[in-house]
């Protein structure tokens, strides 16, 4: 079936750039998406990217799309306290259906 | 505004004893959908409806029932079948694809649930 990997924990300094890699396996994915979750709250879409494209950039995210190694990745730059909190990775089942299967989340932690 | 509102944010719970979650959307989405959250387990699906009066088994149904009504309302049902209820659990809604939407989800705050 369907599956979205994502590593658990990323830790960076403030002003660094972070980048949240993931995983997915549908290829028939029409879109993928990122999602914010902060403590204790529901997820935000951060952004999202249609799969027939290679990159999208909005403001200081920065997503890249590789189909062929079936690869997604979030560049957040100038990374602030605010943006620590848990990174969801979710392709689009495909079909009919609008499912979204997500990730396990990446935790990122910004040092001061 | 328009959004997603569930309730109660905090629930306890005795073992044996069925609760119900509330969801309602005022974004006039035809698609909605209950996650559970488990720490370290991203996201699973529950239950979700594309259609009024009609919805489908997500990955882990077993112990849970729905229903859809109404377009605005998707209520969640954790029965004492439930082997292991504690969890966080989310609703979202969406508009379906076909519509022309990008498939995006929004969700609602969550509800904490916990079986004393």
């Known amino acids: 079936g369907e599956d979205v990997e994502q590593s658990l924990f990323l830790s960076v300094r403030e002003g660094d750039s972070s980048v949240i890699n993931c995983t997915y396996t549908?290829?028939?994915?029409?879109?993928l998406y990122w999602y914010k979750q902060e403590p204790g709250a529901g997820l935000q879409l951060l952004t999202y990217?249609?799969?027939?494209?290679d990159m999208k950039q909005d403001q200081r995210l920065t997503v890249l799309l590789n189909k062929k190694d079936k690869h997604l990745s979030l560049r957040i730059a100038d990374t602030q306290t605010g943006d620590s909190a848990i990174y969801f990775c979710a392709e689009n089942e495909g079909g009919a259906t609008n499912k979204l299967i997500f990730g396990t989340g990446t935790l990122l932690a910004v040092q001061p | 505004d328009g959004g997603i509102t569930q309730s109660p944010k905090y629930l306890f719970r005795k073992e044996g004893q069925n609760v119900t979650l509330s969801c309602e959307q005022n974004?006039?989405?035809?698609?909605m959908y209950w996650y559970r959250q488990d720490p370290g387990q991203g996201l699973r699906l529950i239950y979700y409806s594309q259609i009024v009066n009609d919805f489908q088994k997500g990955d882990i149904a077993e112990g849970y029932s729905v229903s859809r009504e109404k377009k605005e309302s998707f209520p969640l049902t954790v029965t004492s079948a439930q082997k292991n209820p504690t969890a966080f659990y989310l609703c979202a809604s969406s508009q379906v694809l076909h519509l022309g939407g990008t498939g995006e989800l929004f969700f609602g705050e969550g509800s904490r649930l916990t079986v004393l």
């Open positions: 974004l006039n989405h035809d698609a």
């Open positions: 549908d290829s028939s994915s029409t879109y």
């Open positions: 990217i249609f799969s027939n494209m």
